[in-house]
């Protein structure tokens, strides 16, 4: 099994390519050791200390290191227990949970229309985009009075330096340029 690795814009995140299907489809964020029970891989990577975050992608992870880790110290270990865990066939997730898109509310006719057109540009447009990077931005909400779409960034987008330019120039833009009562995008909480 060969295993490729990419720097993402983030420098305290790798990101992995097992060169087979991780996921599948949707994306999974562990944050903390206790959420990574969840899943044999993502336990594996916190036993290894100086990782603080794990992110599953379709077919990608990514790594998120505590910040005084090294990545040539830390990167071995890591790609030895992604190989043990697709060579051994145990299932990523030990719960049937996928997170897709986090909150849907529920919108008058005329708001879920364009809570759709908006869900439909992150699915086709963004995502993918975003994915190339070893993140995900998924659809919180919208709020109709303001005209405001809140979005999670996720795996390597989430901490990253660059997240908040990625919203603004990026996403915010091409929303706003197809879905004119889009007035501005935030980051969820």
Request: hydrophobic letters at 40%.
């Amino acid at each position: 099994m060969f295993i490729q690795t990419e720097t993402t814009p983030n420098p305290e995140v790798l990101k992995f390519l097992p060169g087979r299907e991780v996921l599948g489809e949707g994306a999974r964020e562990f944050k903390t050791p206790e959420e990574g029970e969840a899943s044999p891989l993502a336990k594996a990577l916190f036993q290894l200390g100086d990782v603080t975050r794990v992110f599953f992608g379709p077919d990608f992870l990514t790594v998120t290191k505590a910040g005084e880790a090294e990545w040539p110290h830390l990167k071995a270990p890591i790609l030895a227990a992604v190989m043990d865990h697709f060579t051994s066939g145990r299932p990523l997730l030990l719960d049937a949970i996928e997170s897709g898109h986090d909150a849907d509310g529920v919108y008058d006719d005329e708001t879920a229309q364009i809570v759709a057109e908006i869900k439909d540009l992150l699915d086709t447009r963004i995502r993918p985009a975003v994915a190339q990077d070893g993140g995900d931005i998924l659809f919180n909400r919208f709020d109709p009075a303001t005209g405001v779409v809140f979005l999670h960034m996720k795996g390597a987008c989430a901490g990253c330096p660059s997240s908040s330019a990625t919203l603004r120039s990026g996403v915010e833009n091409m929303l706003k340029h197809y879905v004119p009562e889009v007035t501005a995008v935030e980051q969820a909480l």
